[in-house]
């Protein structure tokens, strides 16, 4: 009987796992670790949501196997918030799937639409669902840039023009996690043109989608003209509305990819908890003040942490949207590596951030900090990392706030 399962030997060991156990013993020690490494919202819903979860699941007959593809209502809901927020009109019953979190939606698609020695092309960095999900179901993952700048398509170019077999899906994400680079318009508008022109299928994460910091909205695949002819799009309910361990997600777009993710799904699950689904439409039809009030908790995080950990030593680029920022290591410690690096500010400051090298190989060098924690403990780990820095001989030295 063999002890090493195919699916398995094709996942490396996990780069989380070692920090995470770390973390488990130092506080299980009674150390107090300022944990700025899991992007777990620190928040709740708003309280009507709680009030309709809790009004629901009172009635005896909300108990019983849900719908796989989700309820009508909540459907519906996505569609409504796909025509005010981006002013595009989606079919609830043919164009909408309700998931169990973004996360569960990309790796059950990868099995819906993937065979084994298919390519697909992914984002190196990124966050590992838009690589091993498609591992998993047997397919080679040919890594692209995770910025959108002008190498993105000179790279996608050179893989189709040298990889055999040809490409069949490009997956991309923005705001991204880990590096959160975010997209405009015109990118979206290229990306489907390629699509189209090399039949491709695009698979667009958009969890952060409500996240961003500037003046100018998230813009979504879809509302380029065509995109539903080639694209689906993923979002979340985890962030935007703070309701991550409540797995809601939507994967909205082609109905082609709809309609095999929705069968899938069917062998697989009988959908979310319906009071966790009635909720959800709640949160998406109701008042939406958490939004505004999450995009504000996230950017105040973010300038202070970039503040903070400027004046301690390290700079740190300030994010444009997500609730990630992607920290270069500083200079000299850059030799350690991301997983020591992680390890020694566990270890000698108290501080648990993400490896860069989980994302990826092109995430060596870099750290990504979630802005999980209150402004108050982000001061405090800037100090335990001022002192780390210190011993390691980096000197402090003041940098511009962020805008």
């Given amino acids: 009987m063999t002890e090493d399962f195919y699916r398995i030997r094709r996942l490396p060991p996990y780069v989380f796992a070692e920090v995470n156990a770390m973390k488990a013993a130092a506080r299980a020690a009674g150390e107090d670790i300022i944990d700025l490494g899991m992007g777990n919202p620190d928040g709740a819903p708003a309280q009507h949501v709680i009030d309709k979860l809790c009004e629901v699941a009172r009635d005896p007959n909300a108990h019983g196997y849900s719908a796989s593809s989700g309820i009508k209502g909540l459907k519906k809901a996505q569609a409504g918030y796909y025509e005010r927020r981006f002013g595009v009109e989606l079919d609830p019953e043919k164009e909408v799937v309700v998931t169990l979190g973004s996360k569960e939606g990309l790796a059950n698609l990868a099995q819906a639409i993937t065979a084994p020695g298919d390519v697909v092309l992914a984002p190196n960095p990124s966050y590992p669902i838009h690589t091993f999900g498609f591992i998993i179901a047997g397919a080679a993952i040919r890594s692209i840039p995770a910025a959108p700048g002008p ?7 050179h893989a189709i023009r040298y990889t055999v077999p040809k490409p069949s899906v490009l997956v991309i994400g923005y705001p991204s996690n880990p590096t959160a680079y975010v997209a405009d318009l015109k990118f979206y508008e290229q990306v489907v043109a390629f699509a189209k022109e090399h039949k491709l299928w695009v698979l667009s994460d958009l969890a952060y989608a409500e996240i961003y910091f500037g003046d100018t909205p998230t813009p979504s695949i879809l509302q380029v003209p065509g995109a539903k002819d080639v694209a689906i799009e993923f979002t979340s309910m985890s962030k935007t509305y703070s309701m991550a361990g409540w797995r809601i997600g939507f994967a909205v777009g082609n109905r ?14 009988y959908g979310a908890f319906t009071p966790i689904q009635a909720a959800a439409v709640a ?17 105040g995080r973010r300038d202070v942490l970039v503040e903070s950990f400027g004046r301690s030593g390290w700079d740190i680029p300030s994010p444009e949207a997500s609730m990630f920022a992607w920290a270069p290591i500083p200079p000299a410690l850059k030799h350690l590596g991301a997983l020591e690096f992680s390890k020694q500010l566990l270890t000698h400051a108290q501080v648990a951030v993400a490896p860069g090298v989980g994302f990826g190989e092109e995430g060596e060098g870099y750290v990504r900090i979630a802005l999980v924690e209150n402004e108050h403990r982000i001061r405090q780990a800037a100090r335990n990392v001022k002192r780390y820095l210190a011993s390691m001989g980096v000197n402090a030295a003041r940098t511009t706030q962020a805008g």
């Fill in 256 to 269: 082609q990819l709809i309609s095999a993710l929705t069968r899938v799904k069917s062998y697989l699950d």
């Fill in 151 to 157: 190498d993105f398509f000179d790279r996608l170019e």
């Fill in 283 to 299: 949160a998406i039809n109701g008042p939406q003040d958490i939004i505004e009030s999450n995009r504000k908790l996230y950017k």
